[in-house]
Structures are given as structure tokens and as C-alpha cells.
């Protein structure tokens, strides 16, 4: 008979993995939704405080979301 902490050991692996693979799916997904905000802010397109109504955000927030875009752009390419 195998020790029942052998399976207990395993769930728990897989389910810190599980964890970490959703923190990337989500990172990319914010990452991509910053890409969109950036590029509807380009010249002739939405401005912040449009984007910020129709979201329900702050200034604030939208700034957060394009930049944690350049950053993830900096630092993984494009989402």
C-alpha cells in the first residue's frame, strides 16, 4: 500500500501550478487590455476620459492598464 501523503503531495503540485498558470493567463489578458486602451488613445481615437466613462474606471486605472502593458511589452513581447 503507498502512503496516502503521496497523492496529497501531488494535488498540491498540481494545483500550485494550476495557480501560476492562471496568474499568466491573466497577466496576458490585462496586458492585451492595456495594448487596447493604448491604442484607442492614439491620435484621433478615444481620449482617457472617455475610455475612463464608458469603463466605469479612474484615470488612474486606465493609466495603470497601459502601462502594465509597456512593461509586459518590454519585458515578454506582445500579448
Not at 484621433?44 to 492598464?65: F, M
Amino acid at each position: 500500500m503507498s502512503d496516502p501523503m503521496t497523492a496529497v503531495l501531488a494535488a498540491r503540485e498540481h494545483f500550485q501550478q494550476a495557480q501560476k498558470d492562471a496568474k499568466r493567463a491573466v497577466d496576458r489578458a490585462r496586458a492585451a487590455f492595456g495594448k487596447s486602451i493604448k491604442e484607442a488613445r492614439e491620435p484621433g481615437g478615444a481620449t482617457q476620459e472617455r475610455i475612463r466613462a464608458e469603463l466605469k474606471l479612474t484615470r488612474e486605472q486606465v493609466r495603470r492598464y497601459e502601462r502594465f502593458y509597456e512593461q509586459w511589452r518590454e519585458k515578454n513581447g506582445e500579448p
